[in-house]
């Protein structure tokens, strides 16, 4: 333990860490810390801390604060603020990319789903999280038209809250506008921003356009002769 060697000038080892993040306990801190060893996490006095594994060492857990992640003295922090069973969801929701991009590397799934049937995008694109929302359409096959629960698309919630850069982005990256809730809504329906209809009706116009046509040539040549 750190408290055990910290008289000896020898820095200890890190503890052995979970492969994996499952739940996160979201803590704030009571005290401010300066890391002593470069495995360690400064933080201010109330800084927020998403804490990753209190398994390992009972006294020292490892957590991240902002953009940076490192073990923390267990009697620094309160009682947790709350507990997160989808990290991934709750950082594409919160707009915290850097812990995204760390559950994503650590395996967690990008396309996985929340009690409601929400996929990380899904709240990315709810929150008008333009980074988090480029971050998780990089990944292979990004379920943009995953639905939940209630039918709605990352579409449907980006168009209804307003979002118009994710909504372009939506749609660059193979959103189907056409997709309707269990409402019968589709995305178009539910914005209430005449750039998004105007977007998505013009997204529609040039898949009209670019789609080949069903006849060809011959059809209209006359063989009345």
Known sequence: MKSATAGSGVPPGPPKLAPKPGSVKVMRALYKYVAQYPDELSFQEGDILYVIDQVSDPN????????????????????????????????ARRGNLNFMQECLSQGVSGTGLDH?????????????????????????????????????????SAA????LAVVELLLENGADSSI?????????????????????????????QQRPSSYSLEDYEDDSD
């Open 60 to 91: 020292w857990w490892k957590a991240r604060c902002g953009n940076q992640t490192g073990l923390i003295p267990s009697n620094y922090v309160g009682d947790q603020v709350e507990e997160v069973q989808t990290p991934l969801h709750e950082a």
């Open 116 to 156: 409601a049937g929400n996929t990380p995008l899904y709240w990315a694109c709810h929150a008008g999280h333009v980074d988090c929302v480029k971050e998780l359409l990089m990944l292979p096959n990004p379920a943009v038209n995953a639905q939940n629960k209630i039918g709605d698309t990352p579409l449907h």
């Open 160 to 163: 209804s809250k307003g979002h």
């Open 180 to 208: 309707r809730n269990k409402d019968g809504d589709t995305a178009e329906n539910l914005s209430m921003n005449s750039a998004i209809t105007n977007c998505i009706q013009q997204k529609r116009a040039n898949f009209m």
